[in-house]
Each structure stands twice: as C-alpha cells, then as structure tokens.
C-alpha cells in the first residue's frame, strides 16, 4: 500500500492578495513561514515513520519542506512533477483582472474548468497527467509530498475518481495535509490543518519564527 501526505506550501503575499501565481517563484511571507513551522512540528510529534520527502522546485514549497526535513531527518526530493499549473498570461492577475481582459477564456473555463487550458499555460488535465505519473511510480510506503493546491486537487480527482466539478469543492487550506491511499482510492483525511487552529492559541507567529518553539511550549504547560 502507498499512503501518500500531500501538504500545500504555506502562504504567501500573493495567496493572501489572490493574486495568481502559478509557477512564478514567489516566496513565503512571515505567516507562510510560521505555518511550516507549525506543520513540521505536528509531523515530528506524529512519531509515524516517513519512506521519502519530495517537493515541487518552486521556492514556497522548497520553504515549506525544509524544516519538515530538519524534524524528520530526511533527504529533500525535488520533483518538478509537483509544480503548480502553469496558468501562462494570467500570472500576477487578480480574478476580476482575468475576467475582463480574458473574457474569452473566462466564459471557456467556466464552462469546462478541467479540460480549457490556461491562455499560454496548462489545463488542469495536463497537471493530473504528470501527477498521476509521479503517483504510479512511487513504490509500497508512507511518503510526504510539499505542493500545491491545484497539485491536491488534480491527486484527489485521480484518486478518488471524482465526477463533474466535485474536485473543487475541497477546501486545501495553506499547509493542510491530504493524506491519500494509492491507488486503493481512498482518502484518509482531506484538508486537515488542525496545526494551526491548536497552535495559535499559545504560540505566537513571532515565536515560531525566531526559533523560541520549545521555550514557548514549556511555558504553557
């Protein structure tokens, strides 16, 4: 059995503005940070063992994955399968900046949002192809992948055999974890950032960001 753990990077400027990034490099913003810190800490207390670490080459999840690795001990795997979609020229837009400028596109992809490709950019067809290939080739194990929502979304359609627009009705929250069964088509957990609604009530993000973890959690006992 393959149980994979797919956690979204954490959040960026962009995320809280959304603006789309696509495969654009753009980095963490202090809150992003302080999520991968939460969310490698709850991996680290999970004391379940993990075969492999990979990610997707874009630097927010590079940034989300390395302090899941220092908790872990594992090797960084960097897997360009797991970017996000290519979304071409609707990088840096806002939704109403695409409407009006692309309207074309925007009356196709409300239409068929899975198979209308990005204007210069990929379909959400085309990222579950080099997804699914990243799933078909891992072996028997409990692995974590760092990517992204698109990414997520595209597994849980592959996995669970979704119909119709049920794929976007998911919820993946910035370092959620998705924890799938493949390709015994089974979902474990979907979504879950339980990390950071326990954490926030005792530890702050400035806290986590400078390091004062382990001083901030004894003195809440």
Do not use: C
Not at 26 to 38: E, H, M
Not at 146 to 168: C, D, P
Not at 183 to 194: I, K, M
Request: glycine residues 8%; proline residues 5%.
């Amino acid at each position: 059995m393959t149980e994979i753990w797919l956690i979204r990077h954490g959040e960026t400027a962009w995320n809280a503005e959304s603006r789309l990034q696509g495969q654009l490099d753009v980095p963490l913003s202090p809150k992003g940070v302080s999520q991968a810190f939460r969310v490698a800490e709850r991996l680290k207390n999970s004391h379940l063992t993990f075969d492999a670490l990979y990610t997707s080459d874009l630097t927010r999840a590079l940034q989300t994955a390395r302090p899941i690795a220092e908790n872990l001990g594992l090797d960084l795997w960097l897997e360009p399968r797991l970017r996000e979609i290519d979304v071409g020229e609707l990088q840096n837009k806002l939704h109403e900046e695409i409407k009006r400028e692309f309207p074309e596109y925007f009356r196709a992809v409300s239409a068929d949002p899975w198979n209308t490709p990005r204007p210069g950019g990929e379909s959400m067809a085309d990222v579950a192809r080099r997804v699914e290939d990243f799933l078909r080739e891992l072996p028997e194990g409990r692995f974590i992948a760092v990517a992204h929502g698109g990414v997520i979304r595209a597994a849980l359609k592959l996995t669970l055999g979704l119909e119709g627009l049920s794929w976007r009705k998911f919820h993946i929250q910035n370092t959620s974890i998705t924890r799938l069964l493949y390709p015994e088509g089974s979902a474990l957990t979907v979504g879950d950032a339980g990390h950071l609604e326990t954490w926030a009530d005792y530890l702050s993000d400035d806290q986590i960001t400078s390091g004062g973890v382990e001083q901030a959690s004894g003195s809440s006992r």
